[in-house]
């Protein structure tokens, strides 16, 4: 998959606070005391939404470019990455067993070899996924 990138809006609230909302995805808004914080919890809240829009087969909103929006006095935009590939390795990392049917002569020649059949998967599939 490739990435996507999203513009937020970061508006400083009376407190010195953040509210970050990003307009192209529905609902997609938080909050964070910094702007470093902010931009972290705009990338889960953004990962979130948007793996879950997958998940139900919904089409990912088109980004709109960062120079759309009329911002209020010390509002300011940034734009936040979003890799759903990267992302679900990084919080979906638990195993799930699988079966598969190769060859009687190739399961010899690579048990003979010590090769990792899971580990030979894994890459086979990563390699195919990337695309």
């Excluded at 990392?93 to 059949?117: C, G, H, Y």
Aim: aromatic content about 10%; some cysteine.
């Amino acid at each position: 998959m490739r990435k996507l990138f999203y513009p937020a809006i970061f508006t400083r609230e009376d407190d010195g606070s953040y509210t970050i909302e990003v307009p192209d995805i529905s609902g997609c808004v938080t909050c964070a005391n910094s702007i470093e914080e902010g931009y972290e919890k705009v990338a889960e809240a953004l990962a979130m939404v948007l793996e879950y829009m997958e998940d139900n087969k919904e089409e990912f909103p088109k980004a709109s470019s960062p120079n759309d929006f009329e911002l209020k006095p010390g509002d300011f935009v940034v734009t936040v990455e979003f890799n759903l590939l990267a992302y679900r390795q990084k919080m979906g990392n638990k195993s799930v067993r699988k079966t598969v049917t190769i060859p009687q002569w190739l399961d010899t020649m690579a048990t003979e070899q010590n090769i990792s059949f899971s580990h030979t998967l894994q890459d086979a599939l990563m390699e195919k996924v990337k695309h």
